[in-house]
């Protein structure tokens, strides 16, 4: 239940830095873009729609895996993710290889010195 919740909550804050970051039709057309074409886009997008109605749209979309389409980049969300996804898993991969290396290392070093500053120092940083 508790996860549930900070996934609610979670989505409500994406939500909230999505509707404060501007209107993304800015990002879509250019500043000549006239008015009528503006709230075509902006229609078509949805975003004429009650805040609450976008907020359940989008969070019934996130469960459903659609993650929509990126204003900034035109293409799907998913789609994004999924060229990135290598190079994240193995960033995370190295950085957990490094932390239990140097921690077992640090962990050895505070067992068999116990009393030295080194090992306080280890203790304290870790």
Known sequence: IQAAA???VVRLIAFSMFRFAGDPVNQ???PDTPASER???RKSLGLDDPVLMQFARYAG???RGRLGISYQFRQPVSQLLAERMP???ELAFCATV???VVGVLMGVYCALRRDSWLAG???AVS
């Open 61 to 63: 979309d996130v469960v």
């Open 87 to 89: 190079a994240t898993l």
């Open 28 to 30: 879509i057309v250019g």
């Open 39 to 41: 709230a075509e886009i």
């Open 121 to 123: 120092l280890f203790q």
């Open 98 to 100: 490094f932390a239990l």
């Open 6 to 8: 900070v996934l609610a």
